[in-house]
């Protein structure tokens, strides 16, 4: 009986079943750690999703609380700001806790990263403090966008307030950028803040001319003119006394939007009367002001920490004398 050819070679060693069992034991390994890895990377992307909509929703959260705190006078700067550092702290957050599921040290990562911001922090000092100069000018609200202020270098108009500089426009329409430090750190004037302001009018007098018959006729147009306020009532006074001429000022309470018309209106009043007392003045131009009724210093100050007034419901209580009930 003639035997079939052999296909295998003589001079071949097959793998022992050992060799066999060894690389069978490796592939279950491989199998068990590919399907760890695989659920890792799931779950680090449902964190990775649940952080990024947690975070815009708590965003949201925020923004609207700002909102419901500041319904009488709303204030888009601060709430923007709020969320978005709601909205980053989240996302930091999410992120390493992505970075600890996929098995990244996340413990060498954090001390990597805190050297890096103490190197950056020392690089850009001048614009951490702008930073905390916003942030404490959002808190304590020296000033907010539309007031009229000045500083120790400019005078405007308040356009917009960011982390680090604050944009005014002057006068004569110029935009002028001021580092938040540098306005934080020295004397703010706010003109707008109070809705009365007192313009003080110094005239001299020459000493030919009636000097009561110029203080009377200067007290008449004060009370006359409906820009200024009846009370305080305007106060003039001689405040110096040469061999040439008196000095006399006049002050009047007056709105803000009021103070620059109203102090240019006396202030020629009491050139043209210094002149001649007997002379017929044109009558005052009407009010700028919306409201010219007097208020309190610092009325609608806005402020962050300042809470809502509670809404008045409806009270069960006895029915009000003016809603009688008809008569059948």
């Given at each position: 009986m003639q035997t079939k050819p052999s296909?295998?070679?003589?001079?071949?060693?097959?793998?022992?079943?050992?060799?066999?069992?060894?690389?069978?034991?490796?592939?279950?390994?491989?199998?068990?750690?590919?399907?760890?890895?695989?659920?890792?990377?799931?779950?680090?992307?449902?964190?990775?999703?649940?952080?990024?909509?947690?975070?815009?929703?708590?965003?949201?959260v925020a923004k609207r609380a700002l909102s419901r705190m500041h319904r009488n006078n709303p204030d888009p700067t601060l709430e923007s700001f709020v969320s978005s550092l709601v909205r980053y702290t989240i996302v930091a957050v999410g992120l390493v806790a992505v970075l600890q599921q996929v098995g990244v040290q996340t413990t060498s990562i954090i001390a990597v990263l805190g050297a890096a911001s103490l190197a950056i922090g020392l690089?850009?000092?001048?614009?951490?403090?702008?930073?905390?100069?916003?942030?404490?000018?959002?808190?304590?609200?020296?000033?907010?966008?539309?007031?009229?202020?000045?500083?120790?270098?400019?005078?405007?108009?308040v356009k917009s307030l960011d982390l680090l500089f604050t944009e005014i426009a002057t006068p004569d329409n110029v935009k002028v950028m001021i580092p938040n430090s540098k306005v934080f750190g020295d004397v703010i004037l706010n003109y707008s803040t109070h809705r009365n302001r007192r313009a003080d009018v110094l005239f001299k007098v020459p000493l030919k001319t009636d000097l009561v018959s110029v203080l009377?006729?200067?007290?008449?147009?004060?009370?006359?003119?409906?820009?200024?306020?009846?009370?305080?009532?305007?106060?003039?006074?001689?405040?110096?006394?040469?061999?040439?001429?008196?000095?006399?000022?006049?002050?009047?309470?007056?709105?803000?939007?009021?103070?620059?018309?109203?102090?240019?209106?006396?202030?020629?009043?009491?050139?043209?009367?210094?002149?001649?007392?007997?002379?017929?003045l044109p009558p005052p131009r009407p009010s700028k002001a919306p409201d010219p009724s007097p208020a309190m210093p610092g009325d609608k100050e806005h402020h962050l920490f300042r809470l809502p007034k509670p809404r008045r419901g409806r009270q069960s209580g006895p029915r009000s004398p003016r809603s009688q009930p008809k008569a059948e």
């Open positions: 296909v295998i070679p003589p001079d071949v060693t097959l793998p022992s079943i050992a060799n066999v069992k060894a690389d069978e034991t490796m592939f279950g390994h491989f199998v068990d750690w590919l399907g760890k890895v695989a659920v890792n990377l799931v779950v680090a992307g449902l964190i990775l999703v649940v952080t990024f909509w947690m975070a815009g929703w708590l965003a949201g690089a850009l000092q001048g614009a951490l403090s702008n930073v905390a100069a916003g942030v404490m000018i959002l808190l304590f609200r020296p000033y907010k966008v539309g007031d009229v202020i000045e500083t120790s270098t400019r005078q405007g108009t009377q006729k200067m007290r008449e147009r004060a009370e006359n003119d409906p820009r200024v306020r009846k009370d305080p009532a305007p106060m003039i006074e001689v405040t110096d006394l040469s061999e040439v001429f008196a000095q006399a000022a006049i002050r009047v309470w007056t709105a803000k939007e009021d103070f620059g018309p109203v102090k240019t209106d006396l202030m020629l009043a009491a050139h043209l009367l210094a002149e001649d007392p007997t002379r017929t």
